[in-house]
């Protein structure tokens, strides 16, 4: 007998035409087909057998499968949440691994039983959550207390009556994000975030690619571009914890046909790192225990804790002071972040590698050679290999007295604050930094495997941007058990405060270090505005301005002035940069030959119109010097920008445009009737009469032309009082924009 069926669940008049069965029996296989699943492919076999060969094995109706569901080897095929609790311990912490529904109604689940085998061995109860997908919701009442209108069905099987979450980590499989991402723009926080924050567990991305083993073990960059944008970078945007690949395709048996294998130990790895956060979970905070490293790129005392736009010690203190309003166990700390830094500096700032008899008594830790030899021993050879060739032979010879490791750091209770070592020594270190394959010496492994082993580290902070741990050697993404960030971290949690503005680097922290990035703002921004020489400068040009409608006959003297003034700040080569511009229908070519008063030949023998050029240049130069964005302090955790930082922060936020959302520049050039993007490009050119006449609608305004960036500042500074201003950088019938 033939039956033939379409793929797409229709019932095609061609097909049926070709088939030998009975019309019932093809609609009868058809139904099994929809319904789908290994156990309706089985009852369908059955079906088939007992018709067409007259077998009598027997056989159930087609049976719909779920759309999600709990999942277990030692389950029923329809578990429910009542047959699972059945076979858990209370007492264990729990995890679930995510995954999809296709995998389950395959059989496809050989990496699913392999990460739940992984995480019963590390104590917990696992159970298998399959999905059709993460993004069929619907309003949930209670989620912890909180109401969410768009709740994952699947997340709701791990959801008591009470709203209480009965797991307390998640493994996730499935790739992409569960809200939306806008590939042509910002990506917002969508629905997806309010009901993983409801359900307050970890999430963790464990990776199944889709490419094969062989070709991720082979590749320095890890996975490839397609697994790492489904897998790795969509996820992210959910704030998954990004893990490591656990499994590839491989074709099973000699069919020919493609299954997921797991890779064993990137199983355990995911598993280690479940069961710390799980633990961390229920772990009271008085008992936990949190180290804290300072970054010390430049291995110098005075740049130590130098963290990219973060006050680190100031942010250490508050940390500190709300780590114990939330009980955790802090003791003795210092009265202010810079006898913190002193006393950290006094114990080893890493400036030499030989360190002082005083240093070596307030060793924190002390690392006995026979204990480091071990754990060295425990490296995978490739590792081993490259650290004995640059640092030699273990223990090294870095820090290392009376055959002790020593390291250095400060302990506040259950608190511990240390330095992260360098990554090298007698070398540049610039060349140190951006060596992207040079192995770190003995001492820097030893800090992190005894903040492990010894301390009994319950997990690690990182002080903001830039600790160097993400940037060892090893794959660009997809870490294997050979990377040296994998090894030296394992599975402790690693919290990363990171500076909000770089989320590349970031980036490569969550996917080189699992880290769990805390975005903070960057430091108070302020505009550099004109001091000294240049701010004389900006004066002779208004002068120039004022002189040229009330008395031309002084112009060659503030001429002379202005290229006297240029020459004590060396502005000489901008200048000759300006006069080289295309000004539609010239170009100065600059001529350093001086005439007897010494000014250059080019400027004495410029008409009114080529000064009026070059002045119109050098003024909108001026303001895009004085309109530089620059830093004004340092940010501290916690802590909101005030007063004048507030101003200036708020200025520079609105200083460009945001999604839809035009620049605050932008929208007063439009309430004068001008564009914002024509100003820009002729910073410094005089408006002509119409544009003065719509710039000024105020006799006010009509005596001082506006910038608009200052009255961008003044509307900050007094939102809905207009934007009439008597601030110094109106400038007398010209619109100065600067950027």
């Known amino acids: 007998q033939l039956i033939v069926i379409s793929g797409t669940g229709s019932l095609e008049p061609d097909f049926t035409a070709m088939s030998t069965a009975s019309l019932d029996t093809i609609h009868t296989v058809m139904r099994y087909f929809e319904a789908d699943g290994c156990y309706n492919i089985g009852q369908m076999l059955r079906f088939l057998a007992d018709h067409l060969l007259r077998y009598g094995f027997g056989f159930e109706a087609p049976t719909p499968q779920p759309e999600h569901g709990l999942y277990h080897p030692n389950l029923p095929v329809h578990a429910d949440v009542t047959d699972w609790q059945r076979h858990t311990d209370p007492t264990k912490p729990t995890a679930a691994v995510l995954f999809y529904r296709s995998h389950w109604l395959s059989g496809n689940t050989a990496f699913v039983d392999a990460l739940l085998e992984a995480l019963e061995a590390r104590g917990m109860n696992a159970v298998g959550v399959f999905s059709a997908s993460l993004r069929q919701h619907s309003p949930h009442d209670n989620v912890n207390g909180a109401s969410v209108q768009r709740f994952p069905e699947a997340l709701k099987l791990l959801v008591d009556a009470d709203g209480k979450p009965l797991v307390d980590v998640l493994v996730n499989t499935i790739s992409f994000a569960m809200g939306d991402v806008n590939p042509d723009g910002a990506t917002l926080s969508t629905w997806s975030a309010a009901g993983l924050e409801a359900l307050n567990v970890p999430v963790l991305q464990a990776i199944t690619s889709g490419a094969t083993r062989w070709s991720w073990e082979g590749a320095s960059r890890g996975l490839n571009p397609l697994d790492t944008a489904m897998n790795v970078a969509m996820p992210e945007f959910d704030g998954r914890i990004i893990t490591v690949p656990i499994s590839f395709k491989a074709p099973k048996g000699d069919n020919g046909i493609m299954h997921y294998v797991p890779v064993t130990d990137r199983v355990q790895q995911v598993a280690k790192q479940a069961a710390r956060l799980a633990v961390l979970r229920r772990k009271p905070n008085r008992d936990k225990r949190i180290a804290f490293i300072l970054t010390n790129s430049t291995s110098k ?35 202010d972040g ?12 890493y400036d030499e590698i030989v360190l002082t008899e005083a240093q070596l008594a307030n060793a924190v830790g002390r690392v006995p050679a026979e ?20 640092w030699g032979a273990a223990p090294g010879e870095a820090y290392v007295h009376n055959n002790h490791i020593a390291l250095a750091g400060l302990e506040y209770g259950n608190v511990f604050v240390g330095l992260q070592p360098p990554r090298g020594y007698h070398m540049n270190p610039d060349e140190i930094y951006h060596t992207p394959d040079l192995p770190p010496p003995h001492n820097y492994y030893a800090l992190y495997r005894w903040l492990r082993d010894e301390w009994q580290a319950d997990a690690i902070v990182h002080m903001g941007k830039h600790g160097t741990l993400e940037w060892l050697p090893g794959k660009g993404v997809g870490l294997s058990a050979e990377c040296y960030p994998d090894t030296f971290l394992d599975d402790l949690p690693l919290i990363y405060p990171f500076i909000l503005n770089d989320p590349g680097e970031g980036a490569q922290a969550k996917r080189r270090t699992h880290a769990v990035i805390i975005d903070h703002l960057t430091p108070p921004m302020t505009t550099a505005d004109g001091y000294g020489e240049l701010a004389q400068l900006m004066q002779l040009v208004d002068e120039y301005y004022q002189v040229e409608q009330f008395d031309p006959a002084k112009l060659p003297l503030i001429q002379r002035q202005i290229w006297e003034l240029m020459q004590q700040i060396n502005l000489q080569e901008d200048l000759a940069v300006m006069l080289r511009r295309d000004h539609g229908d010239h170009v100065h070519e600059w001529d350093e030959t001086t005439t007897e008063d010494g000014t250059p030949v080019t400027l004495a023998e410029m008409d009114g119109k080529d000064v009026a050029h070059l002045i119109e240049d050098m003024d909108g130069y001026l303001c895009e010097l004085a309109g530089a ?40 050039a439009a309430i004068f009737e001008l564009k914002w993007h024509e100003l820009l490009a002729h910073q410094g050119k005089k408006l002509s009469a119409p544009q003065q006449h719509h710039a000024a609608p105020t006799k006010q305004l009509r005596q001082h032309n506006t910038d608009c960036p200052v009255c961008a500042q003044h509307l900050v500074i007094n939102p809905g009082k207009g934007a009439t201003t008597t601030e110094s950088g109106m400038r007398e019938r010209r619109l100065v924009s600067s950027t």
């Open 629 to 668: 964005q620059i830093r004004d302090g340092l940010h501290i955790l916690g802590q909101m920008p005030d007063g004048d930082h507030l101003i200036d922060t708020l200025h520079a936020l609105t200083r460009l445009p945001n999604l839809d959302v035009p620049s605050l520049p932008a929208s007063i």
């Open 301 to 335: 005392a005075q740049s130590i804790g130098n963290a990219v736009g973060l006050d680190a010690p100031a942010s250490l203190m508050r940390v500190f002071v709300a780590m114990q309003q939330a009980g955790y166990h802090i003791e003795n700390l210092p009265p």
């Open 338 to 349: 810079d006898t913190l830094m002193q006393n950290l500096i006094d114990r080893c700032s």
């Open 371 to 390: 204990t480091y030899q071990g754990w060295f021993d425990a490296l995978p050879q490739k590792q081993r290999s490259g650290i004995m060739r640059h």
